[in-house]
């Protein structure tokens, strides 16, 4: 069975940086596109950073994170990252990371809301205070 499992959340002030980390439990993510999302209380998911299969040579960002967070993925580790430096307070929310089997689309993870995934960690709270 597969499983998603996030981990590196936790409270910074602005300025601060995390780096969050989704472990995957079982082979085959290399083949499927991986994302982050965030979800604020009382708001959709939204795509946060999406990057292609299987090597992660290309990545796309939500123009709220593009100069500050990076993805990443280690298909040996079968591991995400998401860098996240100069943090805002407005990036507090719960983040989660996702997958989706091919054929798969990494851009759409941050330009389309509706875009469907295929497995999701339970997420992890990042609180960043001012």
């Known amino acids: 069975q597969k499983q998603l499992v996030e981990s590196g959340g936790g409270s910074v002030q602005a300025g601060g940086s995390l780096r969050l980390s989704c472990a995957a439990s079982?082979?085959?993510?290399?083949?499927?596109?991986m994302g982050w999302f965030r979800q604020f209380p009382g708001r959709e998911r939204e795509g946060v950073a999406g990057?292609?299969?299987?090597?992660?040579?290309?990545?796309a960002y939500a123009d709220s994170v593009k100069g500050r967070f990076t993805i990443s993925r280690d298909n040996v580790k079968n591991t995400l990252y998401l860098q996240m430096n100069d943090l805002k307070p407005e990036d507090t929310a719960t983040y989660y990371c996702?997958?989706?089997?091919?054929?798969?689309?990494?851009?759409?993870?941050?330009?389309?809301?509706?875009?469907?995934?295929?497995?999701w960690g339970r997420g992890t709270l990042v609180t960043i205070s001012s």
């Open positions: 079982a082979s085959g993510y290399s083949t499927m596109c």
């Open positions: 996702a997958a989706k089997l091919p054929p798969c689309s990494f851009s759409n993870i941050v330009t389309n809301p509706g875009y469907r995934m295929d497995y």
């Open positions: 990057i292609s299969a299987p090597r992660g040579t290309s990545t």
